[in-house]
């Protein structure tokens, strides 16, 4: 089945560590997006990228890092930099074709702190 | 800046009736807008969308009205079946060359039998 694939389901961080949340596409899309979901709150952009080894800064890209090295992944790792990591982190894909398309997510990273 | 807002952080219907979900947007250079529907645990799923050079536009059971004038957007649900539980989003994107989507806060739709 075509779709993104985010893993794990749950992670836990302890102070002063770095974690990384893998998302994966088979959707052969141009476009990665990571996003942020707090409770109650709408999905706020970290990091995107358009194309592989380019990515830019989203509204709340502080504490957070990304590397687009292959068109099918865009890993998103939340530094210790980051002092509230606790969230609902998601990730998503869209094609690029100069024209607005729909953004289709994943199910979702689970992050909290030890 | 732009900001998406939904009118109502709630919404109760009986099984069966007609749901609709409303959302203002600020950005008056947005032309295209999506609803998602998102379940407990799981991420957004696409419901339809809609650009900004039409008024209305219809799914399976569901239709999208753009009103440019007010900038508000609608979302109605046919026949609401416990199924369509929920937090329903609006997003907007703006000029064809800004391909980030801004987020509504999200309506919580809770069906009752």
């Known amino acids: 089945d075509g779709g993104i694939t985010q893993s794990p389901k749950y992670l836990f961080r302890k102070e002063g560590q770095n974690v990384t949340l893998s998302c994966e596409q088979n959707?052969?899309?141009?476009?990665m997006y990571w996003y942020r979901q707090d409770p109650g709150q709408g999905l706020r952009l970290i990091y995107y990228?358009?194309?592989?080894?380019?990515?830019q800064k989203g509204d709340i890209a502080e504490g957070y890092s990304v590397s687009r090295e292959k068109k099918e992944s865009f890993p998103l790792t939340v530094t210790s930099a980051q002092k509230n990591p606790t969230a609902f982190y998601l990730c998503a894909s869209s094609t690029w074709t100069g024209n607005n398309q729909p953004q289709h997510f994943g199910d979702g990273t689970r992050l909290s702190i030890l | 800046g732009e900001s998406v807002g939904l009118h109502l952080p709630t919404l109760s219907v009986q099984e069966g009736d007609n749901s609709i979900i409303n959302c203002a947007y600020s950005n008056s250079a947005s032309d295209y807008f999506i609803w998602y529907k998102q379940e407990s645990g799981k991420g957004p799923q696409f419901i339809i969308d809609?650009?900004?050079?039409?008024d209305k536009r219809q799914g399976q059971r569901v239709t999208v009205l753009l009103n440019k004038t007010v900038k508000h957007l609608s979302l109605q649900i046919a026949a609401t079946q416990p199924g369509d539980s929920a937090v329903y989003f609006c997003?907007?994107?703006?000029?064809?060359?800004?391909?980030?989507?801004?987020f509504g806060a999200g309506t919580t739709v809770t069906v009752r039998a």
């Open positions: 959707l052969n899309h141009d476009a």
């Open positions: 997003a907007e994107n703006g000029p064809r060359n800004d391909y980030k989507l801004s």
């Open positions: 990228s358009q194309i592989v080894n380019d990515f």
């Open positions: 809609i650009r900004s050079n039409m």
